[in-house]
């Protein structure tokens, strides 16, 4: 496009380099080479249809539109940011403040704490969150968090959910979920019959989440408690837990 | 008059672009943000002194359709009329230097004020860096509008430029010296505008005081 305009040009120490600005092996006696364009990068055939480079998770495709490489970009950039909120919480958690919760059987326990232990696996985060989700799905959490603010939550005594990001084998984080939900269930709503308060506790619902999906973790699996109702697993978290509390009720 | 178009200095542009860019500010959701994007290129290639608050109203525009609607559709469109007016700009250039210098302005423009999580948009680096490095050519450096472009987009990003991408601020600068010592046909406000941008950066994108003095103070005699 410009070359006719560069009619004379002074020979540099620049024109001694292998390779041009545009990464190309130049030829020895190359007249033009890839600076003599003042570095534009030149249009052509030689480049590849796309790359990767340092800074880019995936190949970058040269044909994209300025709007979805942004778009991309921002995405790419939410994603880094969150995996580094998740590890900044890990790392400036307090030893001390760790919940009972922490499976204490597991003897990963120790491992869960590593500061570069973060969990990024998606199956694995939307399974752990849709466990959160049937946990805080309740009447029981609803009144938790009204009656006591994070501030005042003492640990042992008060539930904290069971933080997603964290690396945990299966069965730990498992068990934590069980407890945290064993937990919830003192704020349980009064019912009218006080008596049964202690039995509905021992609820089968909080077992029934596990499911049978194949364990990338530990490679381990769970003997089923029931073997159908756990696909039902998707829309009935909760009415489930409210029909055995009916069932145990008639008991 | 409307505040919003004091704010924005809209009284520059006819009547039907200023009611659609008036009801964009106010609510992003209520027009079509394609036809807004193009209003506001169309504009800003016309008028170099619009290209400033170009980029005002865009921010506020993008910040706007994210709060009420949670989309980039005014964001999308406006890169990617941008990126069609940039693979045509050397026929821009051919047909109107003043609209190519426009262009260079509303795309620096961009470039300054639309970051994504505060960091300059990847994808503009390189072609912001094509468009200096075209006003860095020998045909383009004999014309004083275009040299006065280029010295303006390197005050106001050029060290963002550089933290982004350093090797081709070298290759420009070295290009840009060449420029200043060895061509023929440049005027003397071309060279004086080369040398302080030369100087400025050698200062790290700041202009020691007896530069600025020796640049910008009124010679006394």
């Known amino acids: 496009m410009f070359s006719d305009h560069q009619t004379s040009r002074r020979i540099t120490a620049g024109d001694a380099r292998k390779r041009g600005s545009d990464g190309q092996l130049r030829s020895n006696g190359d007249l033009h080479p890839s600076t003599g364009q003042k570095g534009e990068h030149r249009r052509g055939d030689r480049r590849a249809d796309s790359f990767t480079t340092p800074d880019s998770v995936r190949p970058v495709s040269r044909h994209k539109d300025w709007g979805s490489e942004v778009e991309a970009e921002e995405l790419r950039m939410s994603k880094n940011r969150d995996a580094l909120r998740s590890r900044r919480r890990i790392l400036t958690a307090e030893p001390g403040s760790r919940e009972r919760t922490v499976s204490s059987g597991s003897c990963d326990s120790r ?10 696996d998606e199956n694995i985060l939307s399974r752990r969150q849709k466990q959160i989700n049937y946990g805080k799905n309740t009447l029981a959490y ?9 501030h005042l939550r003492q640990p042992g005594v008060h539930p904290r959910t069971p933080n997603k990001h964290r690396k945990y084998s299966r069965r730990s984080w498992d068990q ?15 019912t009218e019959d006080g008596d049964l308060q202690a039995v509905e506790q021992i609820d089968l619902g909080d077992f ?4 049978l999906d194949p ?18 697993d998707e829309d009935s978290g909760t009415s489930r837990k409210m029909k055995k509390t009916e069932e145990l009720q008639k008991v | 008059m409307d505040p919003v178009c004091v704010e924005f200095k809209l009284q520059t542009l006819d009547e039907k672009a200023q009611d659609l860019l008036k009801a964009a500010l106010k609510d992003p959701r209520s027009v079509d943000l394609e036809k807004v994007s193009n209003a506001i290129v169309d504009q800003a290639l016309k008028d170099s002194a ?3 608050e170009a980029g005002r109203i865009c921010y506020t525009l993008i910040k706007e359709e994210a709060m009420f ?4 559709v005014f964001r999308r469109n406006l890169l990617n009329r941008m990126q069609q007016e940039f693979l045509a700009r050397e026929e821009t250039r051919k047909s109107s230097v003043s609209q190519w210098v426009c262009l260079v302005n509303f795309i620096c423009t961009v470039f300054d004020y639309l970051k994504v999580k505060e960091q300059p948009m990847a994808p503009l680096v390189n072609p912001v860096y094509d468009c200096l490095f075209r006003l860095a050519q020998p045909d383009a450096l004999t014309n004083e509008e275009e040299v006065d472009c280029l010295a303006m987009q390197l005050h106001r990003i050029g060290e963002q430029l550089e933290r982004v991408e350093a090797d081709r601020m070298d290759e420009l600068f070295c290009a840009l010296r060449d420029g200043f010592l060895l061509q023929d046909g440049l005027s003397s406000m071309a060279r004086l505008l ?10 790290g994108w700041v202009l020691s005081d007896r530069a600025q003095s020796y640049y910008y103070s009124e010679v006394t005699n």
């Not at chain 1, 491992?111 to 232990?117: G, K, L, Q, R």
């Not at chain 1, 609803?142 to 994070?150: H, L, M, Q």
């Not at chain 1, 934590?176 to 009064?190: A, E, G």
């Not at chain 1, 029934?208 to 499911?211: A, F, K, R, Y």
Request: glycine residues 2%; negative net charge; charged residues 30%.
């Open chain 1, 111 to 120: 491992d869960s704490a590593s500061p570069a232990e973060v969990e990024t």
């Open chain 1, 142 to 150: 609803d009144r938790y968090i009204k009656e006591v603010p994070k």
């Open chain 1, 176 to 190: 934590q979920i069980r407890m945290w939900k064993v937990k919830l269930h003192n704020w349980d709503p009064p």
């Open chain 1, 208 to 211: 029934m989440d596990i499911e």
């Open chain 1, 215 to 232: 364990d990338e973790e530990t490679g381990t699996h769970y003997p089923c408690m029931t073997s159908t109702e756990d696909q039902n």
């Open chain 2, 50 to 52: 619009f290209c400033k």
């Open chain 2, 69 to 72: 609607s949670n989309t980039t």
């Open chain 2, 194 to 203: 080369l040398l302080e941008v030369l100087e400025y950066r050698a200062g």
